[in-house]
């Protein structure tokens, strides 16, 4: 475009050039000296209008010429952080939903297995607790991530569990009454093989009615075994291609037995709930287990968080810390572990005391 207007603008100043200087004509006949001179000085003048108005004319093209580029060219915006993922393992179609066959019944008195959590509401007006253990993944932070408003929904206080020989029950207190309704969700860690590696996690909502449900219930399983990182229950530095339990077994009755896992409300306390699964899910050979409550996050392809983060991004609910308050993991809860069907060495990751 520019070298375009330029060829036509000496073009045109050559031919002006050539009618003045050069013949000095008119329509009459030769001109006299003063009216060359006049044909002259209008003629230069017609050039520097015209010349002006080519140069109005190159830089309007110039100006259209870079708004189309502009206009060609993709619009920057910001990426946001997204938090890094490995390939989940595709997990099987689940069969849909079919009639139930198989309810959990009457839960029996004694109590083969507990465990007993920290409870953090001494201290909730002061926003601190002192029952967190990050590089161990024992987690106490029922709390909101920087201003530290405490959430006794998802404290764990004790868990009871009692295995039959059709069902195991395990019976969560919490700190507070269980809400009607939230965002929040609970479960159980099943380790099958004492190592500190989750093999199994049951993950329900908050159940609504003391019948029980499969509503909103779900189990994973995490089949390449990277839950724990390279040392399952400790804090690893952060890794990408960890994902977690990868794989839904069961999801709300869909899957290979759709009696599998329920849940409901307790209905003999208002701050608990009970969530029953088929013993033979696990077997009786033993096993280490835990409990979780989780208002955050909420990743199960995220799991171990301990590994997820590095503490000091993590933050810390202890009065005094340097790295207070808590930052990127916040409104989490669980427990140490617990043990049945088998006599621990106590060197077990993550075993109560």
């Known amino acids: ?61 110039i100006a259209e010429e870079n708004a189309g580029s502009t206009e060609n060219q993709s619009i920057s915006t910001p990426t946001p952080t997204i938090r890094p993922t490995g390939e989940p393992t595709p997990t099987p179609t689940l069969k849909p939903a079919s009639e139930h066959k198989m309810f959990p019944g009457g839960i029996k008195d004694r109590v083969n297995s ?15 607790t002192y029952g967190d253990q990050y590089k161990a993944n024992i ?12 959430q006794g929904t998802i404290d764990i206080i004790r868990v009871n569990l009692k295995v039959g020989p059709e069902w195991t029950y395990a019976i969560i207190y919490l700190a507070m009454d ?37 509503k909103d219930v779900k189990v994973y399983q995490d089949l390449d075994r990277d839950v724990g990182g390279e040392r399952p229950m400790k804090n690893d ?8 339990y990868e794989a839904l077994i069961f999801d709300s009755g869909e899957g290979e037995d759709p009696d599998l896992v ?26 280490l287990w835990s ?23 993590a933050g810390s609910p202890y009065p005094g810390s340097p790295i207070y308050p808590i930052k990127s993991l916040y409104l989490f809860d669980n427990t140490c572990r617990s043990y049945f069907g088998f006599t621990p060495t106590g060197n077990e990751p993550g075993l109560c005391p």
């Open 1 to 61: 475009m520019r070298k375009t207007l330029l060829i036509w603008a000496a073009v045109m100043l050559l031919f002006i050039l050539g009618l003045v200087g050069c013949t000095y004509g008119g329509e009459n006949g030769p001109l006299t000296l003063e009216e060359a001179v006049h044909a002259g000085v209008q003629a230069t003048l017609t050039k520097e209008a015209w010349l002006e108005g080519v140069e109005d004319a190159r830089k309007t093209a």
């Open 114 to 128: 507990y465990l007993v959590d920290y409870n953090s509401s001494d201290y909730a007006d002061e926003h601190i």
């Open 139 to 150: 987690l106490e932070r029922p709390f909101t991530a920087g201003d530290m408003i405490y």
């Open 178 to 214: 269980l809400p009607e309704s939230g965002t929040m969700t609970y479960g159980l860690v099943i380790d099958l093989n004492e190592n500190g590696r989750g093999d199994f996690l049951i993950q329900t909502g908050v159940p609504a009615t003391i019948d029980w449900t499969v």
């Open 237 to 244: 530095e952060p890794v990408e291609g960890l994902n977690g």
């Open 262 to 287: 329920w849940v409901r409300r307790n209905p003999d306390n208002p701050t608990s709930f009970q969530i029953a699964y088929k013993t033979d899910m696990i077997g009786l050979t033993g096993y």
């Open 291 to 313: 409990a979780w409550a989780d208002d955050g996050l909420q990743a199960i392809d995220y799991r171990d968080y301990n590994d997820r983060f590095t503490e000091e991004a």
